[in-house]
């Protein structure tokens, strides 16, 4: 069962009372229900002034940067660019309503996708390759990011959803406050690969209300292969610990929208790539049994998969009814589409 947020939970009972709102909401069939929401948490970084401390520290750390597990260590404040390609200015290629995105997510407005241009991970079997490897999408100043934002609160979506946002992140909270502002108040989604430097999620505490890493293998020799990532497992799982430890298992509302917590996505591969086993043991043993985790079908070849098998095919229905098995063995219990 979803944990809401009128119901008494141990996770909702860390929240501290002062940051929630109680206010009167339309509900999906129009009638008026009272719900308990969150006012996002970098509504009091922004008041307190804390979150201009994040974006000098942030910004910093971009001089010789170390934002991502990379470190390439070049100065993108003027512009050098490293294994992610973006320097200075946020690079976006879209921004929209999305309605494919996990339902707590999704409601019935959309989760406001801002998809952002290049990534730090090298998946041969990228499926948005030509966003991520080719680089779709143009230089925006903070500013144009910021109404991207409040166009997307302004449309009805129920989250401001940063898909890839690893290796922008100081653009990202660099152009908060400026939709801060103008009213920005919905929860803040961070939907990456979940190849993270630990350092900078320590950065994030406050600001998102919402992660939603992959954990996308079970062993670096997958990760080295098929991704360039030979450290993938032990930065994934340090910084989902992190960001479990910020935010908790996730919340929904009386709505069933999402409100804070952690999802987190596994791409079931050919022939066991991903790991599934070590995955799904690695989260009920050491984030959360209660954890919200989206077991994914979708797997397709694109990009350079072709080339290495055994990513050169679809999954079968065995494979993926297989990983639901293993999920349950291990002892999780929210799984998407599945229990709830
Ligand atoms: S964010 Fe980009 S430049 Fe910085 S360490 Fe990662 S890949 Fe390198």
Redesign the pocket.
């Given at each position: 069962m979803p944990i809401r947020c009128k119901e008494v939970s141990s996770t909702f009972a860390r929240v501290p009372r002062s940051k929630l709102l109680e206010n009167a909401c339309l509900s999906r069939d129009g009638r008026q229900a009272l719900v308990m929401r969150f006012q996002p948490s970098y509504i009091r970084l922004y008041e307190t002034g804390e979150l201009a401390g994040r974006i000098e520290s942030l910004d910093r750390?971009?001089k010789e940067?170390?934002?991502?597990?990379?470190?390439?260590?070049?100065d993108?404040t003027v512009c050098?660019?490293?294994?992610?390609?973006?320097g200075t200015l946020p690079v976006v290629s879209s921004h929209n309503p999305h309605f494919g995105e996990e339902p707590p997510l999704v409601g019935w407005g959309g989760s406001g996708t801002i998809f952002m241009t290049?990534c730090?991970l090298k998946c041969v079997f990228c499926q948005n390759y030509d966003i991520s490897h080719l680089g779709y999408g143009e230089e925006v100043s903070c500013g144009e990011l910021a109404a991207m934002m409040l166009e997307l609160q302004e449309s009805g979506c129920h989250n401001i959803n940063f898909v890839t946002p690893?290796?922008?992140?100081a653009q990202i909270v660099r152009s908060l406050p400026l939709a801060v502002e103008k009213g920005l108040k919905l929860p803040l989604v961070y939907n990456c690969g979940g190849y993270e430097?630990v350092e900078t999620i320590r950065f994030l505490d406050g600001i998102f209300d919402i992660y939603m890493p992959d954990i996308k293998y079970g062993d670096d020799e997958a990760a080295a292969r098929y991704s360039g990532a030979k450290d993938y497992v032990e930065r994934c799982r340090e910084s989902v610990k992190e960001m479990h430890r910020q935010v908790g298992d996730l919340v929904v509302d009386s709505r069933g929208i999402a409100q804070r917590g952690l999802i987190i996505r596994h791409l079931v591969m050919p022939d066991g790539v991903a790991g599934t086993r070590e995955v799904m043991r690695f989260i009920a043993r050491e984030i959360s049994r209660n954890s919200y985790v989206n077991i994914m079908d979708q797997y397709r070849p694109c990009f350079k998969a072709f080339d290495h098998p055994p990513l050169d095919r679809r999954i079968t229905p065995e494979e993926f009814d297989e990983a639901l098995s293993i999920a349950r063995e291990e002892g999780i219990t929210r799984l998407a589409g599945i229990t709830e």
């Open positions: 750390i971009l940067c170390v934002i991502c597990p990379r470190r390439c260590r070049v993108r050098e660019r490293g294994v992610c390609g973006v290049y730090n690893t290796h922008q992140i430097a």
